[in-house]
């Protein structure tokens, strides 16, 4: 088995390929379930249409990457440290190939990804000509857009290459975006917040390290949380918003920073990625409103209050989990390690709470108290599952996206036609 990352998919690529023929061949017209006009008009839920290897969703059981449950990622993949936290370049190894790499193949990508982290000059100019206000997902878009001068995708199929290569090209592309978020992200929070005081990147230490060391934190626990941040946040399905727009715009054959870019302006809607800086704002105007040591009594009258205005209670439920998300649960035991006390960790409760009643929790604890800038190492973070799938749908020769829209008169007429019948 190949030691590298990049060889170890060029070993499972035919495979894979000869995977989905045989798919396509003796199941190609077997139906996956029906579809009801409340799918249809409600947000798609439920339907069955798009093919994710990296990550797989049950609404009891949670998110399985390639098979695996967090708590068995958290035991099996390599940490930093002895009891640490996952290394993300072992997710993004897990995501890509299905296995768990060991601790010298992650190092193999932890090198790779350093390699390909210099950041073009003119990035940095293009975020530099939005004034300091813009929000931090602005600042970020244009810096992914920036970096796609440097597409090889872009430069390959220009100058002709075969539909059966165009993975590789991608893949570097997906690399080379993945190494140098974390820069871009640490200008953009230097530039916003920080009166542009950056601080260098450190060599001799992982991803999630570097990028913490980046943001100016030093602490070693900051950067385990980072760790465990980026691994979590990494995928969660193709459906969700950023993913799915990752994917759709990627079947025209974008390249995967246009790709990219489409997808984080998605991440950066109220009811996507923004939930987390919600849900401490929420907790926060709680918290200055009722109090830290709340009863029973006033949290669910606060909660109703919250209600009755026509607002939700963000960080609680889920569009498709029916039990509580397990990526809170390792934010909450990481929690009870390393800050029991906390006045707002306290506060974080059922019922169902969801990924995001937790992580902002955790980062103001750390002192990265700037909300806006949340969601921007969500997408970082993100970056690592919907481009592992961006390349696989190349790789896999998956076709342009085309669903079939409907009209209310076609609804109407259907379905009449069909009581008629």
């Known amino acids: 088995m190949a030691s590298d990352l990049r060889s ?32 249809a008009i409600g947000g798609m839920r439920g339907i069955n249409g798009l093919l994710w290897e990296a990550s797989l969703l049950d609404p009891d059981e949670g998110i399985r990457f390639r098979g695996f449950s967090l708590p068995e990622c958290q035991a099996k993949l390599p940490a930093a440290k002895e009891g640490g936290e996952p290394l993300p370049e072992g997710f993004l190894w897990l995501l890509l190939t299905g296995e768990v790499p060991t601790k010298e193949q992650v190092d193999t990508v932890t090198a790779d990804l350093r390699s390909r982290s210099k950041v073009p000059g003119h990035v940095f100019d293009v975020i530099n000509a939005f004034p300091v206000t813009a929000h931090p997902m602005t600042q970020l878009t244009a810096g992914v857009m920036a970096l796609q001068t440097e597409s090889e995708f872009a430069k390959a199929y220009e100058t002709g290459i075969h539909k059966t ?20 992200a640490a200008f953009i929070y230097s530039r916003t917040y920080k009166g542009g005081v950056l601080h260098e990147a ?71 990625g923004l939930a987390n800086q919600e849900v401490l704002r929420w907790l926060q ?53 390393h800050l029991p006390n906390d006045p707002m960790f306290k506060m974080v409760k059922n019922p169902y709470p969801n990924v995001d009643a937790h992580s902002g929790v955790l ?59």
């Open 8 to 39: 170890r998919l060029e070993e499972l690529v035919p495979l894979q390929r000869e995977r989905l023929k045989e798919i396509k061949k003796n199941y190609g017209k077997v139906s996956l379930g029906d579809t009801t006009v409340d799918m």
């Open 165 to 184: 290569k165009y993975w590789e090209p991608i893949y570097e592309d997906a690399m080379n975006l993945i190494a140098r978020l974390p820069e871009v």
């Open 202 to 272: 450190d060599p001799n230490v992982d991803y999630a390290a570097n990028f913490a060391q980046m943001l100016g934190f030093q602490d070693e626990l900051m950067h385990e949380l980072m760790r465990l941040y980026i691994s979590i946040h990494s995928d969660h399905e193709g459906g969700n918003v950023s993913a799915h727009t990752v994917h759709l715009v990627g079947s025209a054959l974008s390249d995967p920073y246009l790709s990219f870019a489409a997808g984080m302006n998605g991440l950066a809607g109220p009811l996507h």
């Open 285 to 337: 105007e709680l918290v200055a409103q009722v109090g830290s040591d709340v009863s029973r009594k006033q949290l669910s009258e606060y909660v109703y209050k919250t209600l009755k205005s026509g607002k939700v209670v963000p960080g609680f439920g889920h569009a498709v989990l029916r039990n509580t998300d397990p990526r809170y649960m390792c934010q909450r035991e990481f929690a009870l390690k």
């Open 363 to 421: 980062l103001q604890y750390f002192g990265l108290t700037e909300q806006n800038f949340y969601t921007v190492l969500f997408g970082v973070a993100r970056a690592l599952g919907v481009l592992s799938q961006l390349i696989w749908d190349r790789a896999l020769g998956l076709p342009i996206e085309r669903p079939k829209s409907m009209t209310f008169e076609y609804i109407e007429n259907y379905c009449e036609s069909k009581f008629a019948a």
